[in-house]
């Protein structure tokens, strides 16, 4: 990385911090000096390991052609992003409700943390490819391992073109027995503890024909509410549960079935529709 690359990495951590600053005295989440100090070097050394495993993922991908993509994403990811969590004072585990992953399927998660891009990659997931908002591109290291190990990068803000990019890739998937991650609820951005849920995940399951693994993130939300990865110490879980059979849905249940997944997000959540936005 350039001289000039550095500088501006700094530059857009110092004015995230700033801004996480200022979200943060109003936010139910507080962090004690010692909290931002582990942060502030969890962030470093995230970015540090991004940095030195990138020259290793570029030359594995340009010598194996690309096949070496899931390998990257499986195996390479979460050493990455796992000397984080010690370093931020976060004890992660991963929980497992159904005994091996089941693959290939389309994986839903609850998104309301900036915590949730680290968990993601630490779970080491089988064969996925990630749907991501477009933003990500903005930064010259997601993009070129974005791109490089074809993951999808949608415009949240516009859902015709986001639906037309996902159907671009269903065919892409399907054919190369890929799984994919999305977020129903769209962006961490969303009212309420669980935000409504988008169809986008639901119609790709359809279109795929594979059932939908649910996975649910244990405490990311109270560890970090800000715009940036500052965080809490202390505990969270990804729970993964047993895959939903798809073989029943279609057009005209559709909604139905996507109010039943939800209510399960509700349940473990532990809220109600009258508490959920409490």
């Known amino acids: ?40 070097l969890s962030i470093l050394v995230f970015f540090f390991m991004l940095i030195i495993m990138t020259p290793i993922i570029l030359l594995l991908l340009i010598f194996s052609l690309g096949r070496l993509s899931s390998f990257v994403v499986e195996k390479i990811a979460p050493l990455i992003v796992k000397p984080v969590f010690p370093v931020a004072g976060i004890d992660f585990k991963i929980k497992k409700h159904s005994g091996e992953i089941h693959y290939p399927a389309v994986y839903i998660i609850n998104h309301s943390s900036t915590l949730d891009i680290l968990t993601i990659l630490a779970l080491g997931l089988p064969r996925v490819r990630f749907v991501a908002k477009w933003q990500l591109q903005y930064n010259p290291l997601f993009f070129l391992l974005g791109r490089l190990t074809g993951q999808v990068f949608i415009r949240r803000e516009k859902s015709d073109k986001a639906v037309q990019t996902l159907k671009k890739n269903v065919s892409r998937i399907k054919r190369n027995g890929l799984t994919v991650m999305l977020a129903p609820e769209g962006s961490r951005k969303h009212p309420g503890i669980i935000g409504p849920f988008k169809k986008g995940p639901f119609r790709m399951a359809l279109d795929l024909q594979y059932p939908i693994v649910p996975i649910y993130f244990e405490g990311n ?14 505990s969270a879980t990804a729970h993964i549960y047993p895959p939903i059979d798809t073989s029943d849905w279609d057009l005209d249940n559709l909604d139905k079935k996507i109010d039943q997944v939800r209510d399960l997000y509700m349940k473990w959540a532990g809220v109600t529709e009258e508490t959920n936005n409490k």
Do not use: C, Q
């Open 1 to 40: 990385m350039s001289l000039f690359d550095w500088h501006h990495t700094i530059s857009v951590i110092e004015l995230k911090l700033e801004r996480h600053s200022l979200l943060m005295a109003n936010s139910r989440t507080k962090l004690t000096p010692a909290e931002y100090l582990r942060s502030i």
């Open 221 to 234: 939300r109270e560890l970090s509410e800000g715009g940036f990865l500052l965080t809490k110490t202390g």
